[in-house]
């Protein structure tokens, strides 16, 4: 075994010994459209995963359904259990219709966030682009069948003080991705750092193949007009170190957003997660996204990785959002207003 092999392995074995069953916040339905005539709908997949939408457009971010276990991303390799993200994803499909999603978003390469995505695209959303950073474009390759589809961002993101490009998704949708840094996973490491310059021609088979890339967050506009925005969504899919991760502040404050997805698992890594991102996105409300254990078959009752106390990071989060939040079950299904 490789000296990188072992280090994963014990850092995994680290997290396996972190890891607390935390009762779910909230599951089945949350419904604070209150009869409005026009609303968005989000519902968590769990790990990275989303589906958002607001009339015929609709988004997604990367699941993960094949939850490798902990010895087996180690050191025995992973590969995506595509048996198992179809299971999951025709239930999501029969309730939702993902046919019509338009864009996958990928906040960077790691195999939580993108190894299902391959066949999420190709068999559920077949019109969809992924977007996602350069280095995830070329770990899906050749191999994938979706490589072509990466609609690569590195070029054209924003952060606190710049604009980015706003990629358009026909009329009803824009995205603007967010210059982030991926929060170390513990005592200042980070797992699976790295780049991949050249498109893959094989499927990877270790988690340490799997790359970060530079990470991304994004902004989701679901518009009323051309230039009018109904809705405007947050999403990051790792912890980051304030400022990254920030929205332009000139286009906050013309509309500030509506819903932020926050990730609380390693936030201790950093100074100021939550309270920044909030003070920086000034959100109406709060999601927690990929705050449950992975390593575990998807259908076991959930648990919590703590490498930090999830509970003091809501107790923070609480202490600066005067708003509601909710840390949701897998399957949460949430519809929300639009207009303010």
């Not at 069953?21 to 609303?39: E, F, H, M, Y």
């Not at 995505?117 to 070329?138: E, L």
């Not at 996204?289 to 107790?315: A, C, M, N, Q």
Request: hydrophobic letters at 40%; glycine letters at 8%; charged letters at 20%.
């Amino acid at each position: 075994m490789t000296r990188s092999a072992v280090a994963a392995l014990l850092s995994l074995l680290f997290l396996s010994g972190c890891l607390l069953a935390v009762r779910p916040n909230v599951s089945g339905s949350v419904d604070r459209a209150d009869g409005a005539p026009d609303t968005v709908r989000m519902v968590y997949m769990g790990s990275g995963g989303w589906i958002m939408q607001h009339g015929a457009d609709m988004v997604l971010s990367g699941p993960l359904f094949t939850n490798p276990g902990l010895v087996r991303t180690g050191i025995l390799g992973v590969r995506s259990d595509t048996a198992e993200v179809n299971r999951h994803m025709a239930r999501y499909d029969d309730l939702y219709d993902v046919s019509r999603a338009s864009a996958i978003l990928v906040g960077h390469g790691h195999y939580d966030h993108l190894m299902d995505v391959p066949q999420v695209a190709r068999r559920f959303a077949p019109d969809a682009d992924i977007v996602a950073n350069r280095t995830s474009a070329n770990i899906l390759g050749e191999w994938s069948g979706v490589g072509d589809r990466v609609r690569v961002v590195n070029d054209v993101a924003g952060d606190q003080k710049h604009v980015g490009t706003w990629l358009w998704f026909g009329p009803g949708v824009r995205i603007m991705a967010l210059l982030s840094h991926h929060a170390p996973h513990f005592d200042g490491y980070t797992l699976y750092r790295g780049t991949r310059d050249t498109p893959r021609t094989e499927e990877p088979s270790w988690a340490t193949e799997w790359v970060e890339g530079q990470s991304y967050s994004y902004l989701i506009d679901f518009m009323a007009s051309e230039d009018s925005v109904a809705f405007r969504i947050y999403y990051q899919d790792a912890v980051s170190p304030p400022p990254a991760g920030f929205a332009p502040d000139e286009v906050i404050r013309g509309r500030s957003v509506d819903v932020a997805i926050l990730v609380p698992t390693t936030f201790d890594q950093v100074d100021w997660h939550p309270e920044a991102l909030v003070e920086n996105l000034q959100p109406r409300f709060v999601l927690l996204g990929h705050w449950e254990d992975f390593f575990v078959p998807i259908d076991e009752p959930t648990k919590s990785i703590l490498l930090t106390d999830v509970r003091y990071f809501e107790r923070r989060l609480e202490s600066v959002h005067d708003g509601e939040w909710w840390r949701p079950e897998k399957g949460t299904e949430f519809l929300f207003p639009t207009g303010r």
